[in-house]
């Protein structure tokens, strides 16, 4: 399913900036948002094997901790294609508010599928360390996780560098 939706570059940085501390050590130079978006997508790749790996030898909690994974290389990429750098979990979490709320302005429906897969992300991270999800909840959440992924990928990867 494709979605066309187009933000300007400096809409999504701003969405971006706006999740982040005013530090100057967010800003990143053109050869180190590079080098930090290969190894995010390298690492959004590595997770997303895993997740498939623990699901086929029934490891959820695994599958929890690699979807959270995921989901955060995915944020991290896409702060690196607009020069910023996010480091903490909180980071994450406000970068994707901001991420989501961007594309509620313009399609409610796909806003609240990254909103569900944002919170999604967030409970499997906690379950990795609680171990208070059913099985069945995992395994929803961890789909909603990756559909959300997928979303943010194809709303705001490859294509949106801020240059």
Same mark, same amino acid.
């Given at each position: 399913?494709v979605h066309?939706?187009e933000? +300007?570059?400096?809409?999504? #940085? !701003?969405a971006i900036?706006?999740g982040? +501390?005013?530090? +100057?050590?967010?800003a990143?130079?053109? #050869? !180190? /948002?590079?080098?930090?978006k290969?190894? &995010?997508?390298?690492?959004l790749?590595h997770y997303? !094997?895993?997740?498939e @790996? #623990?699901?086929?030898?029934g490891d959820?909690?695994?599958?929890?901790? @690699?979807?959270?994974?995921? &989901?955060?290389?995915?944020?991290?990429?896409i702060?690196?294609?607009?020069r910023?750098?996010?480091?903490?979990?909180s980071?994450v979490?406000?970068?994707?508010?901001?991420?989501?709320s961007?594309?509620?302005?313009s399609?409610?429906?796909?806003?609240?599928?990254?909103?569900?897969?944002a919170?999604? /992300?967030? #409970?499997?991270?906690i379950?990795?360390y609680?171990?208070?999800? +059913?099985d069945?909840t995992?395994?929803?959440? /961890?789909?909603?996780?990756?559909?959300?992924?997928?979303l943010?990928? !194809?709303?705001?990867?490859t294509g949106?560098e801020?240059?």
């Open positions: 399913m066309r939706m933000f +300007p570059s400096e809409q999504v #940085s !701003e900036r706006t982040l +501390p005013n530090r +100057p050590e967010i990143l130079t053109d #050869s !180190e /948002a590079d080098e930090l290969t190894t &995010y997508r390298d690492s790749e997303r !094997e895993h997740v @790996k #623990s699901r086929a030898d959820l909690r695994q599958v929890a901790e @690699k979807s959270w994974g995921a &989901y955060t290389q995915t944020i991290k990429a702060a690196a294609d607009h910023l750098r996010v480091r903490s979990h980071n979490l406000r970068v994707a508010e901001r991420l989501t961007l594309v509620l302005s399609n409610s429906e796909i806003g609240a599928i990254l909103d569900v897969g919170n999604s /992300a967030h #409970s499997l991270h379950h990795f609680e171990n208070d999800l +059913p069945e995992v395994l929803r959440r /961890a789909g909603s996780t990756a559909e959300a992924i997928d943010l990928q !194809e709303i705001f990867g949106h801020s240059r």
